[in-house]
């Protein structure tokens, strides 16, 4: 299996075969590096499939950061052919220059699922939380062990990694999904 050249791996789940609306890309935005998770769902369980990181060239020209993440969100997408994207909405920045920069890296994101023909989902992090814990204001290490809990994983994804794959279970559990 061919990862983004600029992805950290994450490791894999389960194979076997996917029906129309089973997968989901969950997409955690960032202007450095953008973490991404994938979740199955299969016979009312959710199983993990991937995570992890893209990371862009620190000190690049913005230009070139959002490239890199609008090429590697793309080949995950190639790579897995995801039913659904979803995305996490801005709640809140250190200052305005970081929050254009995470605007511009979630536009990235939005644009990647759009192109490919994905439908793409967007929730804030309250609702993510909330989904994944019960508690809409959760520390990120509640937010991590919860899905290893859930997912039943052996390893602690990356942060990153771990908030991409609460987007995914999150839109799962909107959807009327486990």
Do not use: W
């Not at 791996?9 to 450095?32: F, N, R, T």
């Not at 620190?58 to 793309?74: C, H, I, K, N, V």
């Not at 290893?148 to 990153?160: A, Q």
């Amino acid at each position: 299996m061919k990862r983004p050249a600029n992805a950290d791996k994450g490791g894999k789940g389960p194979e076997g075969p996917v029906s129309p609306v089973e997968l989901v890309l969950g997409i955690d935005p960032g202007s450095i590096c953008c973490g991404y998770g994938l979740v199955r769902m299969k016979k009312g369980e959710c199983l993990y499939v991937s995570s992890g990181r893209i990371r862009m060239t620190d000190g690049a020209p913005l230009a070139r950061r959002l490239t890199e993440l609008f090429e590697g969100l793309s080949e995950v997408v190639r790579e897995f052919s995801p039913q659904a994207c979803a995305v996490e909405k801005i709640f809140f920045a250190k200052s305005v220059r970081s929050a254009l920069s995470l605007g511009h890296a979630r536009g990235i994101a939005l644009l990647a699922g759009a192109m490919s023909g994905v439908p793409v989902y967007e929730y804030s992090p309250l609702e993510i939380k909330k989904a994944v814990t019960g508690y809409g204001r959760a520390e990120k290490s509640q937010v991590q062990a919860m899905i290893m809990r859930l997912l039943g994983l052996s390893f602690s994804p990356s942060t990153d990694g771990a908030d991409a794959l609460a987007l995914a279970l999150c839109h799962l559990h909107r959807q009327g999904m486990p």
